[in-house]
């Protein structure tokens, strides 16, 4: 029986289509896998069926009747519930409390008071109910990582849930921990419940689902039965066909290892993000970086950069070892950082975009403590001009700008440091697309020049478009450097998934 | 329907004017129904040049307050930090030492102090809201243990007393020190490259660290000049005086804040600033003075102080969300 059905469901932010004319049935009592690259749309997807987000077009129709899901609470009142990677639990409050979350906590009858008793005896039988067995009287913080998740389901589970999604649940948990997981879905699949089930684990999606629908680039592609699944079709669906096409490397340049700019050897941060990245970036090269979420690539650059621990390893500048990295050092020795998360690591929103632009640069422009206004405002006035930045003036708040010229005065800033290293992490994320091409033009610019660009994307294709070698992270180490030299998205995706798979069968 | 887009419109306008213009349309009004409630002790040159030397401590210790809160930090000890202070200077004057001695070892103290509090929230990661808080209790026993519980008021010779009472063609000195830190600091903070990196951490403190900035120097420094003066700001009141209680500068502390958080009202954009910080001191200083003038009793008028700051906050968070 189908219990949720979209039809046409679009959504739009900005110019940007993030989900283009989604049709999905979701049926009882059946694992319905959704998988795609980062960015194919699949977490915008869950968050309109979740209430976080509202579809721009498209109806929703829940056992046949039409709904409108305009609130997190609308959805669960339908049964929705989704239980994301990072957890939605109060640490400090124990298993039975977290539990009754939502709900509200059992009255003793004629007095005011909580029924603890009723409550424990409840918790209890849901949790015979679901074979579930979980100790509820220690604060969640204590729990591990499987408990965790199975607190949430069991915590879904007590408001009736008929549909529960789940959002790469086996990321955080041992291979052993997955399959306590695999098969508490298994029950509640029985039961009837439906699963929409995400996740990067090819292996797992293959093994649990009984239908698996590919995202790409917003669309859905196609949607497989259990019996036709294979992981080369998935891939296949993936990468929309176009793994067949292969992509033309855009300037050669023969790498010359006198060139070497930066050199890493066996980086390893104290969280374990990263845990062992070897690799060289070359003068006049555009480094390509490629990897899942989660792979490590955003903590590498970040561990370079001085803004995470390094428990060891090695990061050479010219082949001088750099020790005890930190920014200001690193701006120093000529190395710039473009950030992923652009309003809370590379601008100063309340800010204006000379203040912001400067800032790295602000000693540059001081004479005995004063700012030199005028020299200041020739600086900013020369990047504003080099990357078109449409602003009333340069006293504009950068919160009034829009992505594309926020970027642009992100790079504005980087460039007035001198740099002859750009890491660019996730650059034209949420840009438009003149803006995007603008970027890939200056940063191919600059590697012409003999500036070395280490660029991070989630986006395949434009990884394949920019760089002149692709290195690939998995599961917090660089696994592989590829010439692009007639790669294929498929030849990155596989190197991934098989890394991945390696991972899951340790 | 008409009508209601336009009343709308009013509205959202009315709204806008009252962030930008709310506080000093206050203030005026209030030295307005001062003036004429009482023409002829309030609305004097006398009382308003004694005005100035009235608000002389509160401004000099709020412009400290404005610096750490320009980093996003709170220092809760400066009222501890001017009572050490002021015992401090004023026994030193007692001991005959010389009159810039007695000022500059507060100033130095304070400056030590507003070190560690900024070496400890910085290198420990640790709110300064609770440290500073436990620095001021330190203090506050530190002074008693100098003290004995005593005001120090004994062999205060004249020359020290001359700083908070002498004046200078009509002016008193202490509005002339006033001026003078309230001038530098402006300078610092909007001329200088100091005050551009303490606006920065204020503003967003992972993106300054990314460009480059050492966020833990410039915010101890921050609170290093907070420290200095405060300390400072004691040492004048003890002058003032001639005496110095053990508790004496404890009050400046919740003054100090409340003038800064007037004073963000002023300026659209919300943030600490040395100009908004003064004129926050200054209505409450007139407030103070009109409210004595007019034998308003002190319980009433700790209701209305309180009363007008909550409000001055209100407007302006209602006009920046329109």
Known sequence: MVLLQMKQISKVFGDMKALNSINLSIEQGKIHSLVGENGAGKSTLIKILTGVYQSTSGELFCEGSKVDIKAPKDAQQLGIHAIHQDRQLIPYFNGLENLYLNDPYPLKRGLFGINWRKMKAEAELLKRKWGIDIPLDIPAFKMTPSEQTLLEILRAMNSDSKILVLDEPTAS?????????????????????????????????????????????????????????????IIHHMTDGEALRTVEKKHEKEPNNKDILLQVNDLRTKDQRVKKADFTLHSGEILGVYGLAGAGRTETLEAIYGLRSIDHGEIRYKGKPILKPSPGKMLQNGIAMIPENRHEEALIMSNTIKDNMTLPIISSVTDKGKINKKKEDTLVDGEMERFKIKATSMKQRVAELSGGNQQKVVFGKALLTEPNIYMCDEPTQAVDIMTRTEIHMFLKKQSELGDGVIFVSSDINEILEISDRVLVFSEGKTVSVLENHNLTTNEILDICYKTKMEGVAK | ??????????????????????????????????????????????????????????????????????????????????????????????????VIICLIVPIMIGFIIGVINGAIITKFNVISFVTTLAMGTILGGVTFWLTGGSTVFENIPESFKYVGQTNLAMIPLLSIIMIFIVVIFWY?????????????????????????????????????????????????????????????????????????????????????????????????GVLANGLTIIEVPSYMQDIITGAIIIIALIVQKLGRDS
């Open chain 2, 1 to 98: 329907m008409n009508i209601a887009t336009q009343n709308g419109k009013k509205l959202q306008l009315n709204k806008n004017m009252l962030s930008s213009y709310g506080t000093i349309v206050a203030g005026l009004g209030i030295i307005f129904a001062f003036s004429i409630m009482s023409p002829n002790s309030f609305a004097t040159i006398d009382n308003m040049i004694g005005i100035t030397r009235q608000i002389a401590f509160l401004v000099i210790i709020a412009v400290g307050a404005t610096l750490v809160m320009s980093v996003k930090e709170f220092d809760l000890s400066i009222g501890a930090m001017a009572s050490l202070g002021g015992v401090v200077s004023a026994k030193l004057a007692a001991a005959g030492v010389p």
């Open chain 1, 173 to 233: 948990l041992s291979d052993k921990e997955s399959e306590l997981l695999f098969s508490f879905i298994e029950r509640l699949k029985n039961q009837g419940v439906a699963i929409i089930y995400i996740s990067h684990r090819l292996e797992e999606v293959i093994r649990i689902s009984d239908k698996v629908s590919v995202l790409t680039g917003g669309k859905l592609t196609t949607t497989l039965n259990k019996d036709e699944l294979s992981k080369e079709l």
């Open chain 2, 188 to 284: 610092i903070m909007s001329q200088m490259s100091l005050g551009r990196r303490f606006y920065a951490i204020g503003g967003n403190e992972r993106a300054s660290q990314v460009s480059g900035i050492n966020i833990k120097y410039y915010k101890t420094i921050s609170f290093a000049l907070c420290g200095m003066l405060a300390a400072f700001t004691g040492a004048l009141l003890a002058s003032r005086l001639g005496s110095a209680h053990p508790t004496g500068g404890d009050g400046f502390f919740l003054n100090a804040y409340a003038a800064v958080f007037l004073g963000m009202t002023v300026v659209r954009s919300g943030i600490p600033n040395i100009i908004g910080t003064l004129y926050g001191a200054a209505i409450l």
